[in-house]
Structures are given as C-alpha cells and as structure tokens.
C-alpha cells in the first residue's frame, strides 16, 4: 500500500480477490457513516466503530447478526474498487490477532486488505489523495473431508463424539484442535471392544476455522435425518492446556443424564464445570434440540487472550496427560449409557 511517498503494512484478508488499484481514499468509521459515502471505484479506509469485531461470512447460516449482513449490503452496493480495515486487538472474539482480518468471506468479491489502527490512523492523513493497493492473491479451489467412524450403527440410539481437525490459517494448531483430535483417536482404541447396546460414532469434522463452515454443513446434509436417534452429542475443542482443568459444560434437556455424568466425573480431579460457549461444533447439534456437551480448557479466555489463532499454539501447550483422562472419563461414560 503506497500513498504520496508513504508506504504502509497491510496484510490481505484471508480469500479476498487479488488486484492493481490507484484511487483516491475515502474514509468512513461508522456504518452511518458507510450508508452515505460515495466510495464506487475508491479505496475505502475503515477504521473505528466500523472495524470493532470481525464481520461473519455473508453466507454463514448458524450466526449472522444484522448489523454485519448490513455492514456487507453497504459495501457491496457502494462499489469501492477496494477495501482497507483498520483494527484493534479484540481477544475476546479474535483470539490474539492483531491486527485481524475484518473479512474472512471467499464469498466476499471486493478485494480487501487489514492493518493495525496505528496504520490506520496514520493513512487518515491520505484521505482525498490518490494510492495505490497491489494485492497478489487468488483464490485456489480445494477439496476436504470430514472423517466419520461408527461402531454399532444399527442400534436405535447413539452417541456423537466430535472435534475438528483444522486449523486456523499459518497457526500450529496444537490446542485448537490437534488436541480434540488426539482424544477422539483415543476414544476409538478405548471403544474398539465396546459391546453396549448404544452406537457410537466418532465425527472428526473439517472447516471449524473455515469461514464456510463446510464440515458443519456436510454433515447437516447427510445425516440430519439421524439427529432424533442422538442421545448426546459431545464436543472436544481446545482440550488439555497446561494450566488449569478441563472444563465441561451442558447445552439442553438433560436431567437424569447430567446427574450421571456428573456423578462419574467427580472421581477425575482435573475436570470442573465451566461455562457456556457457543462458537464450537457442539452447535449444530444445540440449535437442532438435540443435547450436547462441550469440553474445553479451563482458562479458555486467556488462550484466547494470548495464543488462539496465532503461530504460537504449539504442542509445548498440550498436556498429554490431561488428554488421557478426558478420554478415560468419556470411555466410562459412554459404556454407562
């Protein structure tokens, strides 16, 4: 990004279109702001209110507020030949990016940049004067695959195991969700000799960190019709940080099943009760009425703070003994059902 004899870091927005722009700059940091704006065919400088949490993807079905939807009608009506976004450290919705991509969307054509609210600040000073944005991106169609195992398939009823198997763009991913992963690979040698009269099916899932959400959806489309033989679904996502417990929370009608689970994890020490979340697999699950648990790290929030997203998210996190013992308590709770 150069303006006059300026030159400025920005970063391309994960999947945005690649392009070649000289244009004036025009600015806005509010979405009244964004309503009355001529930007067709300028660079449009988004700093501030406009930029204060990351847009969901245009498409995305299991949360989309009104707000954002808006945010995206305006710029995609307004035309601007492309998009800077200024932003700030947010951790409690982005983790430790900073700064984050206000546009995550390969569904999102307007070429988009971001940069820090420093960045920004200093870019107002452009603001009516010609720059130039190179973005050298394209976007490279692919393929993935969600991995599902059964056992017992034909039995009335079942319990869903879950947690996925991507990771957030150049981030090592070893808590969000290798370790996830290496619990229900656990499970599976734990069950491998189940003989009970409940099926169990194992769900690694793709495309948590993707903003398409394409493994959710997969699934959803295959096997929707198989949610009313679901007794629980239970969700593994960032599992096993080296500080603190494992907490364990519960989404919907449970009564005689939250006492038993209850009453089988007070024998582990390094499980707690902890709040809800609603930004994991276990959701799809939720929002179709069927019962759901979610495990996580007990101190979630300072992951998120210091480590969630970014290229320090590496194994040296991961307590592998803590992964042994939720394996071991889900074994014995699925062999009680």
Same mark, same amino acid.
């Given at each position: 990004?150069?303006?006059g004899q ?5 970063f ?5 279109l #690649? ?8 600015v806005?940091s509010?979405?009244e702001?964004l309503?009355?704006?001529?930007? *067709? ?5 988004m700093?501030?209110e406009?930029c ?11 949360y989309?507020p009104?707000h ?7 710029l995609?009506?307004?035309?601007p030949?492309a ?8 951790p409690?919705?982005?983790?430790a &990016? ?7 969307d390969?569904d ?6 971001y940069?820090?609210?420093?960045v920004?600040?200093?870019l ?5 004067n010609?720059a130039? %944005?190179q973005?050298?991106a394209k ?7 969600n991995v ?5 398939s034909s039995?009335?009823? *079942?319990v869903? %195991? ?5 990771a957030y ?5 070893a ?8 619990? $229900?690979?656990? $499970?599976a040698?734990?069950?491998? =000799?189940?003989? #009970?009269e409940v ?11 993707h ?5 959710q ?9 198989e949610?009313?033989?679901?007794l629980v679904?239970?969700?593994?996502d960032d599992?096993g940080?080296?500080e603190? *417990?494992t ?5 919907g009608?449970?009564? *005689? ?5 209850v009453e089988i ?7 707690c009760?902890g ?5 994991g697999?276990?959701?799809?699950f939720?929002? =179709? ?6 495990f996580?790290?007990e101190k979630?929030?300072?992951l998120m ?5 970014t290229?320090?998210d590496t194994?040296? &996190?991961v ?7 939720i394996?071991?308590?889900?074994d ?6």
């Open positions: 990004m150069t303006a300026d030159n400025f870091e920005v391309t927005s994960p999947y945005s #690649g392009c070649d722009v000289q244009a004036d700059i025009v806005v509010t979405t702001e309503e009355s704006v001529d930007c *067709k065919g300028k660079i449009l400088l700093y501030g406009v204060s949490e990351q847009l969901m993807p245009k498409n995305f079905v299991f989309n009104e954002h939807q808006k945010i995206i009608t305006l995609e009506s307004n035309e030949a998009i800077i976004t200024a932003t700030a450290r947010n409690e919705q982005v983790g &990016l900073y700064p984050f991509p206000l546009i995550v390969g999102f054509d307007i070429p988009s940049v940069c820090r609210d420093t920004g600040a200093s107002l000073a452009h603001e009516g010609t130039r %944005l973005i050298k976007r490279v169609p692919s393929k993935a695959r599902i195992a059964k056992l017992n039995a009335p009823r *079942k869903v %195991l879950t947690a996925h198997i991507d763009e150049d981030s090592p991913g808590s969000d969700n290798a370790s996830g992963t290496v619990v $229900l690979l656990l $499970l040698e734990m069950l491998a =000799n189940y003989q #009970g099926g169990i099916e194992i769900a690694a899932f793709n495309g948590e960190d903003y398409s959400a394409g493994g959806m997969d699934y959803l489309a295959r096997y929707r019709e949610f009313p033989t679901i679904a239970i969700n593994l599992v940080y080296k603190g *417990k907490a364990y929370s519960f989404y009608y449970f009564d *005689k099943l939250e006492r038993r689970v994890f007070k024998d582990y020490d390094g499980l009760p709040g809800s979340w609603f930004s697999d276990h959701m799809i939720v929002q =179709n009425q069927i019962p759901a648990m979610a996580t790290a979630m929030p300072e703070r210091t480590v969630t997203h290229e320090k194994p040296s &996190l307590d592998s003994r803590k992964l042994v013992e394996a071991t308590c889900l014995r709770l699925v062999r009680s059902l």
